[in-house]
């Protein structure tokens, strides 16, 4: 498997690229379209993670899978820079290290947020906006709902995790006790 410093390396590379172009925004999408492709059919991955098959079969595989994405020629030349390095593997990682070097530059914030219900509509955005003053920048929020914790909400910006769920509260609570 790669490295992770690899894959960062290659989407910081991507990045600065996209930014030098002024098209961060258009350059992530499309790589999020690859990179979802590559998860959703296994084939891709295992066709191009494949010794036996050539380097110019591949190739010609990825460029006709560039046409018909309509990729832009920077990321039709990164994924053949990936490609041609034997580093194909790398594109999940890298794509997901893109969108997340894309918004620190942007000055957005990713917070994962559980909680064991769905969030309304008008809670998530009041959520959003309470993060957005307490973190600075734009809050783009990733609702996933956890019956596990039970009531309450755990929200996740980076390494930082703030738990305000009912599930570790009762924890707490019967550490105390006992």
Do not use: C
Request: proline letters at 4%.
């Amino acid at each position: 498997m790669i490295g992770a410093g690899l894959a960062k390396r290659y989407a910081k590379a991507l990045e600065e690229a996209a930014a030098e172009a002024d098209a961060l925004e258009a350059v992530g999408t499309e790589l999020e379209r690859v990179a979802t492709l590559w998860h959703q059919d296994p084939a891709i991955a295992a066709f191009f993670g494949n010794p036996g098959i050539l380097l110019k079969d591949k190739a010609e595989t990825l460029k006709g899978l560039s046409q018909r994405m309509a990729l832009s020629p920077l990321v039709a030349r990164f994924l053949d820079l990936l490609l041609s390095r034997h580093r194909m593997q790398a594109l999940p990682g890298a794509a997901r290290l893109y969108r997340d070097l894309m918004n620190r530059r942007l000055g957005r914030v990713q917070a994962a947020v559980r909680t064991a219900v769905p969030l309304a509509p008008d809670l998530q955005e009041s959520l959003r906006r309470r993060l957005a003053q307490v973190l600075g920048g734009t809050v783009l929020l990733e609702p996933h709902v956890d019956p596990a914790i039970l009531g309450g909400i755990v929200v996740q910006v980076d390494s930082t995790v703030y738990d305000g769920s009912l599930r570790t509260q009762l924890k707490q609570l019967r550490e105390r006790l006992l």
